[in-house]
């Protein structure tokens, strides 16, 4: 079965770096893009951007361009995605989820979430 | 960017009771629209896409119907395990959005 997991928790000081990671399992991980949804505590979900594993292309949110960057390692099945000069409006939970059709946009299994602290 | 609206943004309900949510898009996103379940610290669960298929392995009282740039998701007789949060999302363009999200809680 399909299964997506993510790195442990993070607690990160303002202006820092973090790098989460999502390992596939179940599925040829190169034939469907990976989303990156994020939601801040008691708020909504946020599409961040998707990489496709098999190019390594990348589209991101604009809000996130510049500081966003998503890359993969086909060897180990596994999306990472990166969010740099962190603030503490990104305490988050952070999903990596699996497009349903290789590109639709309609994600059928998501990650746990992995929770961003951003705290000095 | 495509808006996202959903009302209500949180209803009571009672068990067997039949509830809709409503989901309005800001342009034509004919049935490119998916509908999310999320309980508290987990991740969303895809329930409905296409606007109108279900998902494999959720029950037969979740439907969706609409097309366009309105929606709605039903649930015919509410279980217990269906008091959450409901979200939908756009899939029709880049950027992915979507709509505030709706609490079912219980009356």
């Known amino acids: 079965q399909v299964q997506l997991v993510q790195s442990g928790t993070e607690v990160k000081k303002p202006g820092a770096s973090v790098k989460v990671s999502c390992e596939a399992s179940?599925?040829?991980?190169?034939?469907?893009?990976m989303h990156w949804v994020r939601q801040a505590p008691g708020q909504g979900l946020e599409w961040m951007g998707w990489?496709?594993?098999?190019?390594?292309?990348?589209n991101f949110a604009h809000r996130f361009s510049g500081r966003l960057t998503m890359t993969r390692d086909t060897s180990i099945s596994t999306a990472y995605m990166e969010l740099s000069t962190l603030t503490s409006d990104d305490t988050a939970v952070y999903y990596c989820?699996?497009?349903?059709?290789?590109?639709?946009?309609?994600?059928?299994?998501w990650g746990q979430g992995t929770l961003l602290t951003v705290s000095s | 960017d495509i808006q996202m609206t959903q009302s209500p943004s949180s209803l009571s309900a009672s068990v067997g009771d039949r509830v809709t949510i409503t989901c309005r898009a800001s342009?034509?996103?004919?049935?490119?629209l998916v509908w999310f379940q999320q309980k508290p610290g987990k991740a969303p669960k895809s329930l409905i896409y296409?606007?109108?298929t279900l998902q494999s392995g959720v029950p037969s009282r979740f439907s969706g119907s609409g097309s366009g740039t309105d929606f709605t998701l039903t649930i015919s007789s509410l279980q217990p395990e269906d008091f959450a949060t409901y979200y939908c999302?756009?899939?029709?363009?880049?950027?992915?959005?979507f709509g505030p999200g709706t609490k079912v809680e219980i009356k």
């Open positions: 989820a699996r497009d349903q059709d290789f590109w639709s946009g309609c994600s059928d299994h």
């Open positions: 179940g599925y040829t991980f190169t034939d469907y893009y």
């Open positions: 990489i496709n594993p098999k190019s390594g292309a990348t």
């Open positions: 342009q034509d996103i004919t049935n490119f």
């Open positions: 296409a606007a109108s």
């Open positions: 999302q756009q899939y029709h363009s880049y950027p992915l959005t």
